[in-house]
């Protein structure tokens, strides 16, 4: 019995420690990853966005950017604002219970929701009509904005998307942590201090078999998917979305919207068999491109190509299948060529207050 209460007694204080140490590490966390845009209410949801106004010559229509699952919008920042600043009024969004913005209603947990709550910040911003950029996980939500405001999707381009049913299932953190109560507890104490430790393995992985830029990982926060919330969040997401994506896949043949697919044949993250191939099946108006020994991040090593990519989707002719051969054949060459370019300049400015 003595052993027993003995066990308990270090089980109860280990825990305590953890939580208390999350709590210190989430204030070191945000401290050094603050918000850099600005936050609206709507829909229900308090979001972090940051959007760039056009400039006098501006050649493009508006662009929505949506990051994929563990992710901020600084993501995808990056590599595209400096690109195309001033060329498109562009929305660069954390998306509901991302970064720094609040998970907002129920909905906010499934794709079709989040995209719901995009265009209700378009909305508020004067924004009629885009073309919706979507990363991985904002795949989804891309195709589900196309599919339920297709008045508002000017065009989509789909950045080595999920959006069909895939074999096998998910990581079993991703199970555990929507779980009422031993989720929360394992997003308040274990995650943090076990998730450091595999944040830059993690990053090689959804690289590989490219290179992930100089600095990335403290560059683009990754850090705060480990706050309890935003895991909780970003947990539900991936638990909800094979789900959505099988009952939601069989209407993608009434979207019309132009799209562009950029996807590789080495991401071993997203499928591109079961995802892009189905999206180049299903949809009525789409282009596949199809990068051999590219990974699962299109956005940094096939920046270039995805530009073009937004150009010839606002009606400017390019030839993005040269372009893609073009970006196989310095890929071959030279491995880490195409990500060792700037980063980009991201300056943390003050939050300004919600509206």
Do not use: C
Request: no cysteine; net charge negative.
């Amino acid at each position: 019995m003595q052993f027993v209460q003995v066990t308990l007694l270090f089980l109860v204080t280990l825990l305590a420690g953890l939580f208390l140490a999350t709590r210190v590490a989430v204030l070191i966390i945000e401290h050094r990853h603050p918000p850099v845009g600005e936050f609206a209410t709507v829909n229900g949801t308090k979001l972090h966005f940051v959007y760039d106004r056009a400039g006098p010559d501006a050649d493009l229509p508006p662009v929505v950017f949506l990051h994929g699952a563990s992710g901020n919008l600084v993501d995808q920042m990056l590599p595209f604002r400096d690109k195309l600043s001033g060329r498109a009024d562009l929305l660069f969004v954390d998306r509901p219970g991302h970064g720094w913005s609040e998970r907002g209603p129920e909905t906010n947990a499934w794709p079709d929701g989040q995209a719901d709550t995009v265009a209700a910040l378009m909305d508020e911003l004067g924004i009629d009509e885009a073309i919706v950029v979507g990363h991985s996980f904002g795949g989804a939500i891309a195709v589900s904005f196309a599919l339920n405001h297709p008045d508002r999707a000017a065009g989509m381009l789909l950045l080595a998307p999920v959006s069909h049913p895939w074999p096998g299932g998910v990581d079993w953190y991703y199970e555990l942590t929507p779980k009422p109560v031993i989720g929360h507890l394992f997003s308040e104490t274990l995650v943090l201090p076990f998730g450091l430790m595999r944040l830059k393995p993690g990053t090689d992985a959804v690289f590989s078999p490219n290179e992930p830029p100089e600095d990335y990982v403290r560059r683009t926060g990754v850090a705060l998917v480990l706050r309890p919330f935003h895991f909780r969040a970003n947990a539900a997401d991936v638990d909800n979305l094979y789900d959505y994506v099988t009952r939601t896949a069989p209407r993608y043949t009434e979207i019309a919207t132009p799209s562009v697919v950029i996807t590789g044949d080495s991401d071993t993250i997203v499928l591109p068999r079961v995802h892009s191939l189905g999206l180049q099946r299903d949809l009525q108006d789409v282009e596949l491109l199809w990068v051999k020994n590219l990974g699962h991040k299109p956005d940094y090593v096939a920046t270039d190509l995805a530009v073009a990519a937004l150009e010839k989707l606002s009606g400017k002719p390019r030839d993005l299948q040269a372009m893609a051969h073009g970006l196989e054949e310095r890929i071959a060459g030279d491995r880490n060529g195409p990500v060792e370019r700037s980063l980009g300049h991201v300056e943390a400015e003050p939050a300004s207050s919600d509206t």
